[in-house]
């Protein structure tokens, strides 16, 4: 009988030991699984910081592109009217909401281009050619999204920055400078200082 009972002792666990290996596997895969629910936030939190930044640097780097071949020509608008190769404000400077316009080269020709913030998203403005026909209206494409706010400043020729451009009857001329400030809506101020050829 002793041998039995000796041999049902060896032969497997009892149950008190089961449910005490289940409680530590219990534990354990909490532990574990909390660790990976945590990668997988902070991996989701860095990719969209990380796209937010991606996106931003492509904007700048058109901003950049766009003052380094700013053209000192200057263009007809709808009514025939000369404007300023280079023009902005504060507000929106014509019916198209553009904040910001320039023409520049690109590709051995001349283009008329600007930017405007509509409803968080600020959008480039292509106009399908540098002399305006009558109710042209300009092609918008969104540049970068979750924009709060969009400023620009120009420094003229004494050294002074003036909220926009041109200045009275200075039509032809570019201003020396101009800095554009980016508020995102994540809180981040981006200002950046082109000076223009």
């Given at each position: ?12 666990f009892t ?15 909490v ?6 629910a945590?990668?997988?936030?902070t991996?989701l ?5 990380n796209?937010?930044?991606r ?12 003052f ?11 009514g025939?009217i ?9 507000g ?8 910001l ?12 281009l600007?930017?405007?913030?509509r409803?968080?998203t ?25 924009v709060?706010?969009?400023?620009v ?21 570019l ?23």
């Amino acid at each position: 009988m002793r041998r039995i009972d000796s041999l049902r002792r060896e032969g497997g666990f009892t149950l008190i030991e089961i449910l005490i290996a289940l409680a530590v596997f219990s534990v354990l895969a909490v532990i574990a699984y909390q660790g990976v629910a945590r990668m997988a936030t902070t991996k989701l939190v860095l990719d969209a910081d990380n796209r937010k930044w991606r996106e931003l640097t492509v904007a700048l780097a058109r901003f950049d592109e766009d003052f380094s071949q700013v053209a000192n020509r200057q263009w007809m608008d709808e009514g025939g009217i000369a404007q300023s190769p280079v023009r902005g404000s504060a507000g929106s400077i014509d019916a198209n909401g553009a904040q910001l316009e320039l023409v520049r080269f690109d590709a051995g020709q001349l283009i008329h281009l600007g930017y405007r913030l509509r409803e968080g998203t600020l959008e480039l403005l292509l106009w399908p050619s540098l002399d305006l026909a009558p109710r042209s209206a300009p092609t918008a494409l969104p540049l970068l999204e979750k924009v709060s706010q969009f400023q620009v400043r120009f420094l003229d020729d004494n050294t002074q920055w003036q909220l926009a451009w041109p200045q009275g009857s200075k039509n032809d001329k570019l201003p020396r400078g101009v800095e554009m400030v980016l508020t995102l809506q994540s809180g981040e101020i981006i200002t950046r200082l082109f000076i223009l050829p």
